[in-house]
């Protein structure tokens, strides 16, 4: 059986790691020097940031995910019982193969 990797867009990837957070649109826009309606569009997929790379260093720098992960560079997902609820990032090939 083939695996599937979920894939998420930007918008929902930012949603993901607000609510991680614990943090409002208006308490994340502000956070990222936006205001409320530009962040509201970017988390609802209608637009997204005029510099994603910037974007996502700043993402990067208040929330410890890579910022390749919100650009969809990066394949790996947070483990669920890292600390912070999930946001830890297993390294690469850690996955133990499942025994016979």
Do not use: C
Request: net charge positive; aromatic share 8%; charged share 25%.
């Amino acid at each position: 059986m083939a695996r599937r990797i979920p894939q998420w867009t930007f918008g929902e990837r930012l949603r993901k790691v607000r609510r991680e957070l614990g943090l409002t649109q208006g308490d994340m826009a502000a956070q990222l020097g936006v205001g409320s309606p530009a962040y509201a569009a970017w988390e609802s997929g209608r637009n997204q940031p005029a510099d994603l790379p910037a974007v996502a260093v700043k993402l990067e720098h208040m929330s410890g995910v890579p910022r390749t992960w919100f650009l969809g560079w990066a394949d790996e997902s947070p483990r669920p019982d890292g600390p912070g609820g999930g946001m830890e990032w297993a390294p690469r090939g850690s996955n133990p193969r499942p025994a016979d």
